[in-house]
């Protein structure tokens, strides 16, 4: 089981945009069907003409909707800054 991971410059994830990477990151998380925080650092790296390099950390959260009795429902996103 994975609580924190960090995806590169060359992952999926960085390759996909806004809300569906975060919905994304959400099912990721959810498919585990555990009933507790998960945590993902995201980190972007972003290159510039000159090969310098600036990286952006932001943490995603899903916190999971369902009760410990019943099975994942849903899940809402929070993005932590």
Not at 11 to 17: C, G, P, Q, R, T
């Amino acid at each position: 089981m994975v609580n924190n991971l960090i995806l590169n410059e060359d992952s999926y994830m960085e390759k996909k945009l806004g809300r569906e990477a975060e919905l994304y990151i959400c099912e990721l998380i959810s498919s585990s069907h555990v009933n507790r925080f998960k945590t993902i650092l995201f980190s972007i790296i972003i290159r510039k003409l000159n090969h310098t390099e600036k990286r952006f950390f932001t943490k995603y959260t899903c916190t999971s909707t369902s009760s410990e009795d019943s099975q994942l429902v849903s899940d809402k996103f929070e993005r932590k800054k």
